[in-house]
């Protein structure tokens, strides 16, 4: 049995017909940048996300390097977040010239709360939360921690379209809110883009001018911006597949549930999430010992599987190069070594995972 990580072919195989249409008639318009389908696209992710404003983007990346710049981080300020991310995050910080300041992390791979406080100082900017995997963070202690120092939110919220706390969605809690459509998020284009949230309305508009070379119009440019916007093509295809989002998520949720019933938790850790967290599960990651020689085991028994992240990004050798705080992150270490991804598409099916859950069953028991 051949199980993929992914499933883009199959995807593409079920929507294929419906897709040609959509690029069709959008390459038959002349209208290939800044279309109505980018409009209608933030229509349906304001909704979604509950919040005033969507501003449609090429990248998740430059999300958060668009979102900081409207927030006015600059050179040597500092950005209290975590290592155990995708290097976007903190790269983001960096190319802005401000400084990333890594605090520690809980057993559910989330920033650990207690932590950040300590962090804070005259230089601290934002505190850039990271809902990693579709698991949103303790926020509202975080929040009191915001209004309390007066310092704004940034939501990395990359892998957490449709997730909430509390009933509350991602997206509505930071002052700025960034997510990425790469092909393998839960909503996903076939290539870059990403978009921004806020209920603030002059980084709105900032953001808005900055996504194309700072413009107010063909000739009029105030300040020099950038080429950040989402194209027309992609916002159709993430339209389209908006329709499919809730039952994707659920299917994903189907899927965490069976391996939850089927993993032997005496050799495995799994994050229990509690009630109040509504998790879409962009990924499904275990904490294992032998984490190496189970992934191998895996693979030669046709389990495709990945880790997020091998490499804490404090770790990195690009981190040697660049000014970073570090405050004590042994669970973030730690856990990179334990942490394994599971495969948790929604075109799984339960057979399959639970000749996942056997072998990782049987690797322990021998």
């Not at 509950?50 to 600059?74: E, P, R």
């Not at 495995?268 to 509690?274: E, G, M, R, S, V």
Request: positive net charge; contains cysteine; glycine residues 4%.
């Amino acid at each position: 049995m051949k199980i993929p990580y992914v499933n883009l072919k199959k995807q593409w195989k079920e929507e294929r017909l419906n897709l040609l249409k959509i690029i069709d008639r959008v390459l038959l318009n002349d209208n290939w940048v800044n279309g109505k389908e980018i409009n209608k696209f933030e229509d349906n992710i304001k909704k979604i996300c509950k919040t005033k404003y969507c501003i449609a983007l090429n990248s998740g990346t430059d999300a958060l390097t668009l979102g900081m710049h409207a927030l006015g981080v600059k050179k040597n300020d500092e950005v209290i977040t975590t290592s155990n991310s995708f290097v976007a995050s903190t790269a983001s910080i960096v190319h802005l010239g401000a400084i990333p300041v890594f605090v520690d992390v809980l057993d559910n791979q989330c920033i650990d709360h207690g932590k950040i406080e300590g962090a804070i100082t005259k230089k601290t900017k934002a505190i850039m939360i990271v809902h990693l995997g579709g698991r949103i963070p303790e926020i509202d202690k975080i929040l009191k921690i915001s209004k309390k120092y007066k310092i704004p939110i940034i939501e990395d919220a990359a892998q957490s379209i449709g997730s909430m706390h509390k009933g509350k969605p991602s997206g509505s809690f930071g002052e700025v809110s960034c997510f990425s459509a790469h092909p393998l998020k839960n909503l996903n284009a076939i290539g870059d883009a990403g978009y921004v949230c806020t209920n603030n309305k002059k980084i709105y508009q900032k953001i808005h001018r900055l996504r194309n070379h700072g413009q107010l119009d063909r000739n009029i440019v105030e300040s020099f911006g950038y080429v950040s916007r989402m194209d027309t093509i992609q916002a159709a295809i993430l339209n389209y597949r908006l329709k499919n989002l809730k039952t994707i998520v659920k299917q994903r949720q189907i899927n965490a549930k069976i391996y939850q019933k089927h993993l032997n938790q005496e050799h495995i850790y799994l994050i229990k999430d509690p009630k109040h967290i509504y998790n879409t599960y962009h990924t499904f990651v275990i904490q294992v010992k032998k984490r190496d020689e189970l992934k191998k085991y895996l693979e030669r028994y046709g389990v495709q599987t990945s880790i997020h992240y091998p490499v804490p990004i404090h770790l990195l050798s690009a981190s040697k190069k660049s000014n970073i705080k570090c405050f004590n992150l042994n669970k973030t270490t730690s856990q990179s070594k334990k942490i394994l991804t599971l495969p948790i598409n929604q075109f799984l099916k339960e057979k399959e995972i639970i000749y996942i859950c056997n072998l990782i069953n049987k690797f322990y028991e021998k």
